[in-house]
């Protein structure tokens, strides 16, 4: 009723009319983006750090758009669907990004497992010699074993894919696949939005690839989710 009051107090004839008034007047957030990217440049023009901020994220989504039509991001797709199994490592820093996205993949596929390399030899992956199996590794300036990670996972027969924000001069040696993103700008610290939207994107196009096997998995989760999910409390 309160706001009933203040909206015919503004000329409205309540909730429907100010939905009228917002669906015949504001324009839509397409047609916004042309005057928005530009006063954010502007702004960074001025020094203004977080529109600075802003404006290299939007950079790095551009990259990550143009970077999902590249022949590398296909096969980024295919073999985490075709892998008999995927596991992904990271920085312990990095580990809650690395479990998100195990589960992100999950919701796709089975066999999924994330590394935290706790035990401190990785046996989970390097116990046996693999032909068929994918190590994803979330790099970053942290990760200082990443490279003799990935050249173990190759010598024991498994594909690495590195998903990586810095330039990484051993990649085209012990890497299957690299998804590389711009390097960070020389002023500006390590970034975990670019890799997080990096990683959520191509979770996103592996389950888009896996179609109605994807629709079908994520249903019976729900379903064990419901049966096994803690009651909650009263």
Sequence with gaps: MTVGRFLRSLGYHGLDG???HLKENVAPVTLQLPNILEQLQKDAGESRPLAAQIVEQVEILQHIYNLANQ?????????????????????PGLAGLGRHFCERLTFA?????????????????????????????????RFATSRLLARSARRAGHKVLLATGQFTEWAHEFANVTLSLPPPRANSRESLSGMMALLELIAIAVA???GGAAES??????????????????
């Design 208 to 210: 888009q690839a896996a």
């Design 109 to 141: 596929r089975d066999h999924v497992l994330f590394l935290d390399g706790a035990n401190g030899s990785y046996i989970e992956m390097l116990g046996a010699h693999s032909e068929d199996s994918l190590l994803i590794i979330i790099d970053s300036p």
């Design 217 to 234: 998995r994520a249903r019976r989760i729900e379903e064990l989710q419901g049966m096994f999910a803690p009651a909650p409390l009263r």
């Design 71 to 91: 022949p590398q991001w296909h096969d980024a797709v295919s073999t985490i669907l075709s892998s008999s199994s995927v596991f992904v490592a990271s920085h």
């Design 18 to 20: 100010i939905r009228v």
